[in-house]
């Protein structure tokens, strides 16, 4: 069945925002067997939002908009759908409990403009917002569902479950659906694809693999349809198995995750303990692996060492080596996990130190070159990157190869 | 004038890849004077594209079409533009000739699916892509103006500067558009709506306001539309002048900004250097920071200090006022940003504390509990928020929040 998304909201037409909402909704919706059809990003206008809604519903059973939702008056989404799908605003209580809750949690007051967040047209069904004060609501008209979600990234992606277990619920399928996951690092995209090739095409036509590359992390999805769970569940461990297999030492994780987890995983499996010294990431390594709930069994902290005068004084980094090989160097980035393990107390220490751009490259060190180092109570290893793109880019995928070098090392 | 833009990849419809061309060609051509009419994201179909081209063609005098045009036989932008503007393909000459250029620059032999790639309808002119192989095509008809453009985004960005050039050419508009921001904080943004309403009702119809609030920073922006640049600059400024009259202490910025910007902004204007003792953030604050290139002259690092014996080791956090007040506190978030001073050797200190979830929380002390503090050569500050939210929302609103105590107390 078919799935069409409209985003609603100048700021993201004019390109001031990047739309990520229409990604969120393509990614809970296409393997729940969803077919998107398209995207239609339209201003805060009521003619243009109409003219999307009726094109939308022509060719998809279901719509999901978001955007347009806000309390301020250039937020016009609410009111074109009551003309689209008839009935006069009524202010819905729960909505109204849901906003005070909101506001008293938030220490904030009440006004007119906040609880007329509470109107929906009557001929809605509402799904209450637990991230935020507009409603989610659902119409319905000649058996085609149309769904408005609020335009905050964050609140809309905290309700797609609950809103896809509405939409299951509503077009009740009876096949069964499983996703498996393989994790895979240091091959390319295009290696790992004439790897696989053989086992794709053997496939039987009830699955589907799909790759998607991250900077130095693929993640490969097995997508199975079938009508028996336990068949199909054993189906696909079977060419799960295979896939391993053929895949080898290139295999990071079995299952979905992120090289921060990997890394997590990695250091409870042996009971360490886990710090970084960072200089051209930033941060990026500790912001990664403490947004993840429960990391402080593992992560004691970090020191973000940027300046030269951090990596000497916090962590012990030697003022004769850092003039004689720069501070992107091999020599200068052991030193730094090793001092970060001493620094912190930590068993493992993650470290990085490079050229992330525009500014700071030499002839022999250009944007992109980054040096990477872990340190275990066994041994401390270390790399050279010369990475492609601009600094988040290279930023990145720093971090992310840094977390996989302490996993990594070992595997291999 | 209108312009309207199609977006083409089954990998941007199914969520794989973040859609970033449509916001690169809005921020182009909006400035130009383009109204932006809507952008289709629509799978590499050819039903979906010519019904895509038919509808932007019918409300648009200006479509722009990003992706399909790669090796591979997914990719059928070209051919499908050919169906639709007639014309068989033939080989262009100059477009070989750059693919040759191209793969000799990176070493790649050439084979009969690049060579395709010099293939384009005889109803088209070329622009030479001056930043990878498959060419720019312009299609005209009617008065209108069909361009197709490659789908990655490093080669549509270095395009646009030429492409737009060739556009002002073709229609000369007069229409002058300006932009202008202001960057609030400390308000919810049906508050700060409210302060405005009188001012925003009595704009002129050529002016409008739009909210763009993210979590703890409301981007206020003023658009602009006239013939005259310089008596519409005049208007915006006066505008501008009234609504940061009104805003009053609750403005952080003229201009558009993020938190770390402003942050970095007002170091740069005192002559201090920046440093960010991070417990709950775990980063988040550094990574910002160090996410804006050239930031090297105001920044030195960061003490992560996840674990207290981090508080205690690296920052001189007291043991007895961590077991008497506990890590989430005043006491002790002040002592890190003192700490962090002292111990990266910076002039101002930004430092957080808290329970950003889901564990972890007291009665007293319940998730979205966060302590703030700022240090500077001339006082140490600290503010207690209580966010709402999971942890990612609560570790990003008390970074954005933190960042802003810095410029924030010496605006009050």
Partial sequence: MKLSIIIIGDEILIGQVTDTNSGAIARTFGPLGWDIAGVRTVPDDAAAIRHAVTAALSEAHLVVCTGGLGPTKDDITKHTLAEIFGGPMRRDPEVTANIERVFALRGLAMNELTAAQADVPASCRVIQNRFGTAPVMWFERDGRVVISMPGVPFETEGMLPEVAACVARRFHSDTVLRHRCLMVGGISESALAGRLAPWESALPPHMH????????????????????????????????????????????????????????????????????????????????????????????????????????????????????????????????????????????????????????????????????????????????????????????????????????????
């Fill in 209 to 412: 693999l799909a790759y998607l590359p991250a900077p130095g992390l693929i993640r490969l999805r097995l997508d199975g349809r079938g009508v028996d769970a336990e068949v199909l569940d054993a189906e696909m461990q079977r060419q799960i198995d295979s896939a391993k297999a053929i895949i080898g030492p290139e295999l990071r994780y079995e299952g979905d995750a992120t090289a921060a987890e990997i890394a997590l995983d990695y250091c409870r499996r042996h009971a360490y303990t886990l710090g970084t010294a960072e200089s051209c990431t930033g941060g990026t390594i500790a912001q990664r692996i403490t947004a993840i709930a429960g990391c402080s069994d593992v992560f004691l902290g970090s020191v973000v060492s940027y300046a030269n005068s951090v990596k000497t004084g916090l962590l012990g980094v030697d003022n004769a080596t850092l003039d004689a090989c720069g501070a992107v160097s091999r020599e200068v980035v052991e030193q730094m996990a090793d001092g970060a393990r001493r620094a912190l107390g930590c068993d493992c220490a993650i470290a990085t130190s490079g050229i992330a751009g525009p500014g700071g490259a030499t002839p022999d060190k250009p944007v992109g070159t980054v040096w990477i180092a872990c340190a275990t109570p066994s041994a401390t290893v270390s790399r050279l990157l010369r990475l492609p793109g601009n600094r988040a880019r290279v930023i990145d995928r720093a971090a992310t190869e840094a977390l996989l070098l302490l996993s990594g090392q070992v595997a291999h």
